[in-house]
């Protein structure tokens, strides 16, 4: 999906030849996970981070165009909404100080934008969702210029056939519709990229999917959207119902949403693959020149170019990547459940965390998915969005238990151990998970921080937009220190 489309609309002819397609490429694809040589020797990883764009009071900037043309670096792209930037940051082993590398490389990457921003009288903030928005800047209006953010507004609203509604009750309740999917723009992530072999990617997308409820309760950075304080990570329900392109009747069908978090553990990536192929309609079904059968039968690697196109619109929370590099394919976990900021350095221990943690669990010789209901799974990730640091979830062994005390007491431990099998510099290491051990024990994260910094202002007496304004300038003069958020002042 990084990549424009050369053509914005489609037939019906169109669409039949795409499903025959990807029928084609799913059949190519479990010959080679027979037959290929998959690149899996070294555990390659990677990392996007999604960053707003804010004017001089703290609202959006739609000069995306302008920021991006001036910086002239390709690592950088535009996201949906004109107010957002993403960086593609190279990927990178995180053996020895690797981890340290990706910090220094995303804060020189960051100063070069900064300054660009400021050019064009903006700033950057790497945030979960700006909390200055309101539902006019979330219009078709403030799309990025591009075939393939208006192709795809024009599909999902096509399916939907009506006005997104959204409603979410948290602390405050929103009650909001839109008639294109500029509210997506909103949601502003970070993911992670981990390469893995075929035989050990269902043990890592399990993995990931346990410990996406403890990865958003620890990085929770959306408490506040619209003016309403609502979920810790209101992104999460927000997102989910955004883009929803279901009519009411499919959904009292049983469709499936195209943001999902799945429904079962899985044996092999084919499981993910054929459930996008099965559940979902295509979206952007633009053909590519290529045969992959008749690359394969002739000795080549096929590119799967509509698979890859299709999976860009199936937005699970942990997404499979098929993807061909140096001329070999490889696999890897894509883990989208994070929201960007609040520093880089917390981003980076966030990323820690992560690959410490699957590589534990993933290695496992009593993997804990064989333990954890898959209901329960989701209905922790559920806890995760809404109750941030202060949330409660299921685990084997353990049943009801504060997610702080689930970490401090066995999930840091775990981390340590993968980051070894990573061969991570120890003091790298230390590091990293030291500020996700600070976060557990200040109980703060950029949610807490949030709310902490609103409260007090409303006490001294400026209403919620001043309060929201005031606050998200701080977080992002703040963000430039790179200090991590739980060591972040807040005045009473």
């Known amino acids: 999906m990084g990549k424009d489309l050369v053509n914005a609309t489609f037939s019906p002819q169109d669409r039949v030849a795409f499903r025959g397609k990807l029928r084609g490429c799913l059949d190519?694809?479990?010959?080679?996970?027979d037959t290929s040589p998959f690149d899996a020797s070294e555990p390659m990883t990677g990392l996007e981070i999604e960053i707003n764009l804010v004017d001089a009071d703290a609202g959006p900037s739609m000069r995306n165009r302008r920021v991006l043309a001036d910086l002239s670096d390709p690592r950088f792209q535009p996201e949906l909404g004109r107010f957002n930037i993403e960086f593609?940051?190279?990927?990178?082993?995180?053996?020895?100080?690797?981890?340290?590398?990706?910090e220094k490389d995303?804060?020189?990457?960051?100063?070069?934008?900064?300054?660009c921003a400021v050019k064009n009288e903006s700033r950057l903030a790497l945030i979960g969702m700006l909390p200055t928005l309101r539902p006019s800047h979330l219009v078709s209006g403030n799309l990025s210029v591009g075939e393939r953010f208006s192709a795809l507004n024009s599909e999902i609203v096509a399916a939907r056939g009506d006005d997104f509604r959204i409603d979410i009750d948290g602390v405050e309740r929103l009650?909001?519709?839109s008639d294109s999917i500029a509210p997506e723009a909103a949601c502003t992530s970070v993911q992670f990229h981990l390469q893995v072999s075929p035989a050990d990617f269902p043990r890592a997308w399990n993995a990931s999917q346990v410990i996406a409820a403890v990865q958003v309760a620890l990085g929770a950075n959306s408490p506040y959207l619209y003016g309403r304080r609502l979920c810790a990570e209101t992104r999460i329900p927000f997102f989910e119902q955004a883009t929803d392109a279901r009519p009411d009747e499919f959904k009292a069908q049983g469709v499936r949403p195209r943001v999902w978090f799945g429904?079962?553990?899985i044996d092999s990536v084919l499981d993910l693959y054929d459930e996008n192929v099965q559940f979902f309609p295509p979206?952007?079904?633009?053909?590519?020149?290529?045969?992959?059968?008749?690359?394969l039968a002739s000795g080549g690697v096929p590119g799967l170019h509509e698979l890859r196109l299709h999976n860009g619109t199936v937005y699970r929370w942990n997404r499979p990547v098929y993807d061909v590099a140096g001329g070999r394919p490889h696999l890897r976990v894509e883990n989208r459940v994070l929201p960007s900021g609040p520093t880089v350095v917390d981003l980076v221990a966030n990323a820690a965390f992560y690959f410490g943690l699957v590589g534990e669990l993933s290695a496992s010789?009593?993997?804990i998915w064989e333990r954890l209901a898959f209901a329960d799974a989701d209905a922790n990730f559920q806890a995760g969005a809404r109750d941030g640091i202060d949330a409660v979830i299921r685990w084997p062994g353990l049943g009801e238990v504060p997610v702080v005390d689930l970490v401090l007491g066995d999930l840091l431990e775990k981390a340590h151990a993968g980051l070894d099998r990573f061969g991570v510099d120890p003091a790298q290491r230390d590091r990293l998970l030291g500020v996700i051990e600070g976060r557990c024990r200040r109980r703060r994260n950029g949610a807490t921080w949030q709310i902490e910094t609103v409260c007090a202002a409303e006490r001294r007496g400026l209403d919620r937009p001043a309060a929201l304004r005031e606050m998200t300038g701080r977080y992002v003069e703040l963000q430039r220190h790179n200090e991590p958020v739980h060591t972040w002042p807040v005045e009473r």
């Open 175 to 177: 009650r909001v519709t």
């Open 88 to 102: 593609n940051v190279p990927p990178r082993l995180i053996a020895g100080h690797g981890l340290g590398d990706y």
């Open 106 to 115: 995303i804060l020189d990457g960051l100063r070069a934008a900064a300054e």
């Open 28 to 33: 190519v694809l479990g010959k080679m996970l």
């Open 263 to 265: 429904e079962r553990w």
């Open 283 to 295: 979206l952007l079904p633009e053909i590519h020149d290529e045969d992959p059968a008749e690359v």
């Open 365 to 367: 010789s009593s993997p």
